[in-house]
């Protein structure tokens, strides 16, 4: 399933920024800064999104990592919850 044209697996625009990986391309886990980052929010709203359930997280040698499927998962329940605009 694709996000308004994006690649699924990938958020193109946010790794078109430098978070590639030398061998794969894309990075599977972002760091909370990242995450926040690509999504337009600061790490306190990260937080409390984490919290709340709405990411998810995992914790890789003592470092909290977010999947960036996490991430297009809540992007995708936010497009499925708007309201369509208004003419």
Known sequence: MTIQGWPSSSLSAFSEQGHRDAT?????LLSPVE????????????YRLLKQ????S????GNRRIPVSSLEAFVRSLLLDATPPRR
Request: aromatic share 4%; glycine share 8%; no cysteine.
């Open 24 to 28: 794969s391309g894309f990075r599977l």
């Open 35 to 46: 995450a926040a980052r690509a999504l337009s929010v600061s790490r306190s709203k990260l």
């Open 53 to 56: 359930g709405r990411l998810e």
């Open 58 to 61: 995992v914790h890789l040698d």
